[in-house]
């Protein structure tokens, strides 16, 4: 797009009547803050992923729980997911397994519901937001047509003044309406495929943490016979 054809675009969003121009603006804002989430989600589903591949690997090494347990303790502001999961489950272990009263049954059901406490919290911290991309993709388009529609209506409506109606009188005023309709494409797109990406990865890290959460609770079934 050359110069001109900027100016030219720009000259159409200054003309454009109050409510698109109203329009407009709200799904620039729209946009702009879908981006922001899009960016903020993606890093912080690459470091969920980079964090549950580290822990993986360490858990399966044959380390020792009590010192993998020790060492989630210590760097708990800079654990990831999977680990916090891991410290949920084996502090509640270590607290009713000192419990005389409790059998292995018991404990391991108690462990369970600490893990996946932990485990909620922190798929809903992962799909934060989402529910807003989601919206941004199915609304804005919708939003966008309706200021199209809007100027459109306002550009027919100019046309009652005018002794002879001719497609020049009416193109520009159309022309207006239709920049809506693309800025409301601009803010759905990115929105709905960064959503399905995101709910995609969202799922898989979900069913490694289930698949985590049931096989630490054999190896804590069998330690308990």
Request: charged share 20%.
């Amino acid at each position: 797009m050359n110069v001109s054809q900027d100016l030219a675009l720009i000259e159409l969003v200054m003309n454009a009547s109050l409510v698109v121009k109203l329009v407009m603006a709200l799904l620039a804002y729209v946009s702009v803050m879908s981006w922001y989430w899009i960016f903020r989600k993606w890093f912080q589903l690459r470091d969920a992923r980079k964090k549950t591949d580290q822990f993986e690997n360490e858990f399966w090494s044959g380390g020792e729980l009590a010192r993998l347990y020790e060492n989630a303790v210590n760097r708990r502001h800079a654990s990831g997911a999977l680990e916090r999961i891991f410290e949920a489950g084996f502090r509640e272990f270590t607290k009713l397994r000192g419990q005389k009263t409790l059998d292995a049954a018991t404990t391991i059901d108690g462990v369970r519901r600490a893990m996946r406490a932990t485990y909620q919290r922190e798929v809903d911290d992962l799909e934060a937001h989402l529910a807003f991309l989601a919206s941004v993709g199915s609304v804005s388009p919708y939003v966008g047509l309706f200021g199209t529609v809007w100027g459109i209506m306002h550009s027919f409506r100019g046309l009652s003044s005018m002794s002879t109606a001719t497609l020049a009188a009416v193109a520009p005023g159309i022309a207006e309406a239709l920049v809506a309709t693309a800025i409301g494409l601009f803010a759905a797109i990115p929105a709905v495929v960064a959503y399905n990406r995101f709910a995609h990865d969202t799922d898989r890290l979900a069913v490694r943490f289930e698949s985590f959460m049931e096989e630490f609770s054999n190896i804590l079934q069998r330690q308990m016979k």
